[in-house]
């Protein structure tokens, strides 16, 4: 495993990049419960929330839709998450996601998208171990 060498280095600008893509390819992911939670932050009726900030994935799931202007429902015109507090956990973990950081081509890959990358100082493979487990849970 890439992440494994111990030398990955990271820190992140605020940029928001990782917050924007083509509407056509990407979405957030979130489980249902955490979408729960976002809609029980902005206090809306569920109605309202799929309609307005949803795209639906299949006949029960859904994630967070991309704008028509390539970023997330939830990027503010400053480059700030207006869900913080209670953003996904794919948006906590990222970039330590396994596709991300399991081999050198997924990293230098994703360096291209998020300027954080290489920056910075070495995070300790703890940390990343830690990431990536809860990136995977649900
Ligand atoms: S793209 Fe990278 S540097 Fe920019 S906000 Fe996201 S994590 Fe931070
Ligand atoms: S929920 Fe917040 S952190 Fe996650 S992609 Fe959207 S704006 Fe970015």
Same mark, same amino acid.
């Given at each position: 495993m890439f992440y494994k060498t111990g030398k990955l280095r990271f820190e992140c600008? $605020? /940029?928001?990049? /990782?917050? !924007? @893509? #083509?509407p056509a390819q990407y979405y957030i992911y979130a489980s249902s419960r955490e979408l729960g939670k976002i809609q029980r932050f902005l206090d809306i009726s569920e109605a309202w929330f799929r309609r307005r900030y949803l795209v639906r994935l299949d006949t029960s799931s859904f994630g967070i839709r991309m704008m028509?202007?390539?970023?997330?429902?939830?990027?503010? @015109?400053? @480059?700030?998450? !207006?869900i913080y507090s209670v953003r996904p956990v794919q948006c906590r973990t990222y970039p330590w996601w396994p596709e991300i950081v399991e081999t050198r081509a997924g990293w230098r890959n994703e360096a291209k998208r998020c300027? $954080?990358? #290489?920056?910075?100082v070495v995070v300790p493979l703890k940390k990343i171990t830690a990431e990536l487990k809860k990136s995977t849970e649900d």
């Open positions: 600008t $605020g /940029c928001g990049d /990782c917050c !924007r @893509g #083509n028509p202007a390539g970023h997330c429902s939830f990027l503010d @015109g400053s @480059g700030k998450c !207006r300027e $954080g990358i #290489n920056q910075g």
